[in-house]
């Protein structure tokens, strides 16, 4: 059974630092990667997408990398900004039967 | 854009009624899911859709049923609400077997069963 496991489960950092969250996976057998955003209360957002043939994608200040043979991804931050704040979450997407399976989140705090 | 809507933000229900949560996406899309969110917990799934009129459990389908009559809508049920059904409801919808695509989701339902 897939398992999907993110550390640390909280995190807080002075604004401006870069910041790594990680992800693992128990099951190499994924279609792809998804990393979201989650605001108090809100639903999810989806932040990067990174396919199971990729080494990682970027977006602004965010860069995702994913090593399918080891089972992990990690989510950088460059110079982070108290809008930052949230939850984030990994989630993969299992090749046999396309169920969604999630991370319990990195709860980050960005000290201003 | 794509939209996942939900069709409420927030819920409260008594013990006992019968509920309904209804989810509908845009997107043509072959895959639904509900999950529920509580702290300490994560997202865990409840039930998934692959098509219309299929339907698949997750992990904690006790206490639930859903329904998909039409592609776009997915319906999630609590036969007979109870306390610990007070919960974040989230609907996701994604293409089928597609290595490119997204999952997206709702703005969340917050049910508290009274």
């Known amino acids: 059974k897939q398992e999907v496991t993110q550390i640390p489960a909280a995190l807080s950092v002075p604004e401006g630092e870069n910041l790594v969250l990680n992800c693992s996976f128990t099951?190499?057998?994924?279609?792809?990667l998804q990393w979201f955003r989650q605001d108090p209360g809100k639903g999810l957002t989806s932040l990067l997408l990174?396919?199971?043939?990729?080494r990682e994608q970027t977006s602004g200040r965010l860069n995702a990398s994913l090593d399918k043979s080891s089972g992990r991804s990690t989510l950088y931050i460059a110079a982070s900004q108290p809008g930052d704040s949230a939850t984030y979450l990994c989630?993969?997407?299992?090749?046999?039967?396309?169920?969604?399976?999630f991370g319990k989140g990195t709860r980050l705090h960005i000290l201003p | 854009d794509v939209k996942v809507t939900q069709s409420s933000r927030y819920l409260v229900k008594r013990t006992g009624e019968k509920v309904f949560l209804e989810c509908v996406q845009d997107?043509?899309?072959?895959?639904m899911f509900w999950y529920r969110q509580d702290p300490g917990l994560g997202l865990r799934l409840i039930y998934f859709?692959?098509?219309?009129?299929?339907?698949e459990k997750g992990d904690i389908p006790e206490g639930y049923s859903v329904s998909r009559e039409k592609k776009e809508r997915f319906s999630l049920i609590l036969e007979s609400a109870s306390t610990n059904q007070t919960s974040m409801y989230l609907c996701?919808?994604?293409?089928?077997?597609?290595?490119?695509?997204?999952?997206?989701f709702g703005q969340g339902t917050r049910l508290t069963v009274v």
């Open positions: 997107m043509d899309h072959e895959n």
């Open positions: 099951d190499s057998a994924i279609y792809n």
């Open positions: 989630a993969v997407k299992v090749g046999r039967d396309d169920k969604i399976i």
């Open positions: 996701a919808s994604s293409l089928s077997g597609a290595v490119r695509t997204e999952a997206f």
């Open positions: 859709s692959y098509d219309v009129k299929m339907k």
């Open positions: 990174i396919q199971s043939s990729q």
